[in-house]
């Protein structure tokens, strides 16, 4: 009786080219090929670029035997055949492209099979400018418009959205798409943006605050009225957020608590009718921190007014003194003395402190949304009447705004380092002359971090 060969030894006599097979040859199926994502963003320089999945088979051969490999590119100015690298020789390949040049380019992948049969997948790739220092950049995917971010512990951040009210989980040392998501616009009562715009954590309890303010039309929109809470469990990949309370009064009890005080900061003013936040005399929170060691009196650090609200003035903190109770029963706000800091006429972007009680400021243009104006870093005890210390100028040669302070070095370590998003909804960022937020496949969208030593 003679022996039959295996579907692998068959597999291995063709590879070696050996036509004296048995009659009993398996017939061989039309290979498969199928990708985790069909679009996919890398930048002009960019290290830890996202990755796709590639899942390949075919009916009576070993995927051993399967190669992949990319065969054109629409524009190779872009990124070229040779840019493309399969690794692995399993059921599922990791694909990676290496940019050449910003834009978009369509390429065409390939699993070649046994008996010389083929299938094909096409990737949709754009590419982003090189920026400086890429090494320290990464690229959060699946949003463009970064806006607030609050250290989860294990090396993750949970990363808030100004267009929309989804809360996203990254890892901070590689570039792409968030390992969780979680919107609670159901819970909240909201169909529109809260524009989120700052955020800080005590304990479980991470409290996000909308902007309070107008939309860029001088609308008001009730759903920008909100502060509210969300509950941490468990920490890094594993990190869960469950829904706390809300506070919709908080713009309504600032304006308030200026008119009762001689309309100092000009809130009634600026929160009118027709009025848009970016203004010098506008109103528009960015930033969210407690004061030194308390877990009751928060910190609304103002992107708008400027105090006084002329070129030059100085960037505003209104303490809200029981503002544990506000989230925790309702409480109407109180407030404690402005506190007004001279960070060489620029507002507060954000703020965040470390467990040491030392602070750092993100300081920027209370107008710009993107690069065309300074932005700075400055350290603070958290202390009102003490002076902020300029530590560092912003890079602004890059697109997107600089937003969000991850979390707060040891400053007093030579060499620290602190890791900032930028908001790049308003940036073109492949050269098309399509803002990043209007763009058609959220894989495209992204915010880019970097790391930057305090000085």
């Known amino acids: 009786m003679k022996k039959q060969l295996s579907t692998a030894a068959i597999a291995a006599l063709m590879l070696a080219g050996l036509t004296n097979l048995p009659a009993q040859a398996v017939s061989y199926g039309t290979p498969t090929i199928s990708l985790s994502a069909g679009y996919l963003s890398g930048a002009v320089g960019g ?249 009751t009196t928060a910190y609304v650090g103002f992107r708008a007014p400027l105090a006084p609200a002329v070129p030059g003035g100085k960037a505003l903190i209104v303490p809200v003194t029981n503002f544990d109770k506000v989230l925790s029963s309702g409480s109407k706000a109180t407030f404690g003395a402005g506190i007004e800091l001279d960070l060489g006429g620029l507002a507060i972007r954000d703020i965040r402190k470390n467990a040491a009680n030392q602070y750092l400021i993100l300081a920027g243009s209370w107008a710009a949304d993107d690069n065309t104006d300074p932005y700075a870093l400055y350290s603070w005890d958290g202390v009102a009447g003490h002076a902020p210390v300029k530590r560092t100028d912003l890079p602004t040669s890059d697109a997107g705004g600089w937003e969000a302070i991850v979390d707060v070095p040891e400053l007093n370590v030579p060499g620290a380092r602190v890791q900032l998003i930028t908001d790049c909804g308003s940036a073109d960022l492949y050269g098309d002359g399509t803002e990043a937020k209007d763009l058609t496949h959220a894989e495209w969208k992204k915010s880019r971090s970097g790391w930057f030593t305090v000085g």
């Open 47 to 295: 290290v830890g670029d996202p990755l796709v999945d590639v899942t390949v088979a075919q009916s009576g051969a070993d995927v051993s035997a399967l190669t992949v490999s990319a065969t054109a590119s629409s524009k190779s100015s872009v990124a070229g055949t040779g840019d493309v690298t399969v690794t692995g020789a399993g059921a599922v390949r990791e694909l990676a492209v290496t940019a050449r040049g910003r834009g978009y380019t369509t390429l065409t992948l390939k699993v070649a099979g046994l008996g010389g049969k083929s299938a094909t997948k096409t990737l949709s790739y754009a590419a982003s400018a090189a920026v400086r220092n890429p090494a320290d950049a990464r690229y959060l995917t699946g949003s463009s418009d970064s806006s607030a971010a609050v250290d989860v512990g294990g090396g993750y951040t949970v990363v808030a959205d100004d267009e929309s009210n989804v809360l996203r989980l990254y890892d901070r040392s590689v570039s792409g798409a968030p390992v969780r998501t979680w919107d609670f616009s159901s819970q909240l009562g909201v169909t529109k943006e809260v524009d989120i715009e700052g955020a800080t954590r005590v304990g479980d309890t991470i409290y996000w605050t909308g902007s309070l303010g107008n939309n860029k039309d001088g609308e008001y929109k009730a759903p920008r009225n909100t502060v509210f809470t969300t509950t941490v469990s468990g920490s890094g990949a594993t990190t869960q957020l469950g829904y706390g309370r809300s506070y919709k009064k908080l713009r309504d009890d600032l304006v308030a608590w200026d008119k009762a005080n001689g309309n100092r900061y000009g809130f009634a003013a600026g929160t009118a009718a027709g009025e848009a936040p970016k203004q010098i005399d506008g109103f528009n929170v960015e930033g969210l921190e407690f004061a030194p060691g308390s877990t």
